[in-house]
């Protein structure tokens, strides 16, 4: 999942983005309203964590033009323990939540796991897909009730992959969603990644399928069964 953090504090950014990293998400900070602003017209993101008091342009703006716009991308509101008013006129903006400084981070980690589950539907907490589960509370995948020891890239694959199961997803948009901005990732990088991946979830008919030249694709669970099934049967 990528989130943009729009923060002026560098020491509360640079706090957020480590944790938020180690979680396995792709951060992209800015520190005003108007790279905020920039950044949600041009960007796609699947959250925004915007601190209400930033130079050049308040959040209070960005989140009306954001909602302007006609986004769903959920919202999450950073702000002064005593500023009532804004957070009623973030929520009335169009706001998902909102949380007041100070916070407890395990408090913020929780609710970003919230935002992000309800922008990508709403859907269970738990996707199951043959003897593939993932818990996207705990952020952690099991195949025959055995965890999986994935990196934080293969996590934010698996996520993707599994939210898009049966469609192709291009390379392009992988490196959208796991990557940061100025982050140097090749196609090849990609293809790491999703060698690494299959090697560790590829049993018992789950299958992520090549589209030479297009990208990839997380086969729906019937096909891949059945299709693994064939080529079993085809090698006796």
């Known amino acids: 999942m990528r989130i943009l953090l729009a923060e002026d504090d560098s020491v509360l950014a640079?706090?957020?983005?480590?944790?938020l990293r180690q979680s396995g998400y792709a951060i992209d900070c800015v520190r005003n309203g108007q790279e905020a602003d920039t950044a949600l017209s041009t960007q796609e993101f699947d959250l925004l964590i915007l601190d209400l008091g930033l130079?050049?342009?308040?959040g209070l703006e960005v989140l009306r033009r954001l909602r302007a716009r006609s986004s769903l991308l959920p919202v999450l509101i950073l702000t002064a323990a005593d500023s009532i008013?804004?957070?009623v006129n973030g929520l009335d903006l169009g706001a998902d939540d909102y949380?007041?400084?100070?916070?407890?981070?395990?408090?913020l980690e929780a609710r970003v796991r919230a935002l992000t589950r309800r922008g990508a539907g709403g859907g269970p907490t738990v996707i199951r897909h043959g003897p593939l589960v993932y818990d996207q509370v705990g952020r952690s995948a099991y195949v025959n009730d055995q965890m999986l020891d994935l990196?934080?890239?293969?996590?934010?694959?698996?996520e993707i992959l599994l939210a898009r199961t049966g469609r192709l997803v291009s390379k392009e948009q992988l490196v959208d969603h796991l990557c940061e901005w100025g982050e140097e990732v090749s196609n090849n990088a990609i293809e790491v990644y999703v060698h690494r991946l299959r090697k560790k979830i590829e049993v018992g008919g789950v299958r992520i399928a090549t589209v030479r030249g297009l990208g990839y694709c997380?086969?729906?669970?019937s096909d891949a069964a059945r299709a693994g099934a064939d080529a079993h049967t085809e090698s006796k």
């Open 151 to 158: 990196s934080a890239r293969e996590l934010g694959l698996l």
């Open 85 to 87: 008013e804004q957070r």
């Open 14 to 19: 640079d706090g957020l983005t480590r944790s």
């Open 218 to 221: 997380l086969e729906k669970y």
């Open 55 to 58: 130079p050049k342009m308040s």
């Open 99 to 107: 949380m007041a400084k100070p916070f407890a981070l395990s408090e």
